[in-house]
């Protein structure tokens, strides 16, 4: 058994989505959002990302941390600030030792929709059926934080495949595996 924590950042929202992997087999654990008030300074949202995300961490200790890349787009300041929580997320990871995987928004949904195009609806309807979840997303970041966790399954699934199996990389790495 694997549990994976996967984040999109934002600057107003950052989403998170946990999930246990036994195989081929996906369970959703924990999953939800980090919402912060659009008049707060940059450096309280800053806080309460990093203090959101040690919370999730210290409740579920996850073997396995993934965060969606920063894209550029034509703001400056709204990359800067995506930037900034990325940051901070990271440093959350990194404070309870644990490795950082990056992922671009056309991998996510090409892993979980088998389209790097795919729109955030077709993301959300392929999360719920791989996850068995019936209820709706309060926000679509939650959804993209469990679509993080999902690619990291599947490129851990690929790699295990084509490195020797689960037995060589329990072998290799007896203190990422749970008992």
């Not at 309280?44 to 894209?71: M, N, Q, S, W």
């Not at 400056?76 to 929580?85: A, H, P």
Request: hydrophobic share 40%; proline share 3%.
């Amino acid at each position: 058994m694997m549990l994976i924590l996967g984040v999109d950042p934002g600057s107003l929202v950052t989403g998170f989505g946990i999930i246990e992997v036994r195989g081929t087999k996906y369970a959703r654990i924990s999953s939800g959002v980090i919402t912060m008030h659009p008049t707060d300074a940059v450096s309280l949202r800053l806080r309460k990302v990093y203090d959101g995300l040690l919370v999730v961490i210290d409740e579920h200790h996850p073997d396995e941390f993934c965060i969606e890349t920063a894209f550029y787009g034509k703001n400056i300041q709204s990359t800067l600030k995506l930037g900034q929580v990325r940051g901070v997320a990271m440093l959350a990871a990194v404070h309870r030792q644990l490795g950082i995987t990056e992922y671009s928004p056309r991998e996510v949904k090409r892993a979980v929709t088998g389209s790097g195009a795919a729109a955030k609806q077709q993301v959300e309807y392929m999360v719920k059926a791989i996850l068995g979840i019936r209820e709706g997303f309060a926000k679509s970041d939650e959804a993209d934080g469990l679509a993080l966790s999902i690619c990291h399954a599947m490129h851990l699934f690929e790699a295990k495949k084509s490195t020797g199996g689960w037995e060589k990389f329990v072998a290799d790495n007896p203190e990422r595996i749970r008992t």
